[in-house]
């Protein structure tokens, strides 16, 4: 079965700056899963998959503009750490450097501290790997037709995809 509109793929995948080391890899947990043609991925990545099916690999080189953005300079803002991910756990051990997820109206939200305060944290709102060049390497490993309530939600759901709370 090929990769197209409305497939539930499942995928391993090998993240690196260009030129850098590895920054991220699924291979060490499940794959992950997105619901194809639904901007549960990156557009640039979903554009490489199409077509493809169990057993491909694709490399795929990635501007700043078709990954996370450029960086913006002075994107500070101060928020309330009850707004942070998983606050409860983490809220006595924050500090500056330490990567976030940010609760937004759109979902979470990648960020890094700058700096800690007793109710509030400055972070930079740039994604962490905005202004980078970014190396993808990524494997097929299974595609399937998405679920009625996949398409109605908008997005996998199971193991690597999204799950209900």
Do not use: C
């Not at 993240?15 to 899963?33: I, M, Q, R, V």
Request: charged share 25%.
């Amino acid at each position: 079965m090929q990769i197209s509109a409305d497939k539930v793929v499942s995928f391993h995948y090998r993240l690196s700056e260009t030129g850098g080391e590895l920054l991220e890899t699924s291979y060490e947990s499940d794959p992950t899963l997105y619901l194809h043609g639904h901007s549960g991925l990156l557009a640039a990545l979903e554009t490489a998959l199409e077509g493809k099916q169990a057993g491909d690999k694709v490399t795929v080189n990635l501007t700043p503009e078709q990954g996370y953005g450029v960086r913006q300079e002075n994107a500070t803002q101060r928020i309330p750490i009850k707004h942070l991910l998983g606050y409860e756990k983490i809220k006595n051990k924050i500090k500056p450097g330490m990567k976030v997820a940010v609760n937004t109206q759109h979902g979470p939200w990648d960020a890094v501290v700058l700096k800690v305060g007793k109710f509030n944290v400055d972070i930079d709102s740039n994604h962490p790997l905005a202004g980078k060049n970014l190396d993808f390497e990524l494997e097929v490993v299974e595609v399937r037709d998405a679920t009625a309530e996949e398409l109605a939600h908008g997005h996998a759901h199971g193991v690597g995809g999204h799950h209900h709370d």
